[in-house]
């Protein structure tokens, strides 16, 4: 569902600029505008950033940084 909502937000950003802006469509602008607040506000409110792991680093010493995908 996340997928698909991105699919047609990027979609609505892409032909409102191209038919709203460049082509003049007034209804095109709209979408477009919608569909940009739309992904401003994914970006906003859709990440928590999480702390896992704090220690103060003394110069000279270093650590790893990995990534493993989620399941």
Excluded: D
């Excluded at 003049?24 to 505008?33: C, L, P, S, T, Y």
């Excluded at 970006?43 to 220690?55: D, Q």
């Amino acid at each position: 569902m996340k997928r698909l909502l991105r699919t047609l937000i990027r979609v609505g950003m892409r032909r409102g600029w191209s038919r709203g802006v460049v082509e003049g469509n007034r209804a095109w602008v709209v979408i477009g505008g919608i569909a940009l607040v739309g992904h401003l506000a994914g970006r906003t409110l859709g990440r928590k950033e999480v702390v896992v792991f704090r220690e103060r680093l003394e110069p000279g010493q270093s650590f790893r940084v990995t990534h493993t995908p989620k399941p």
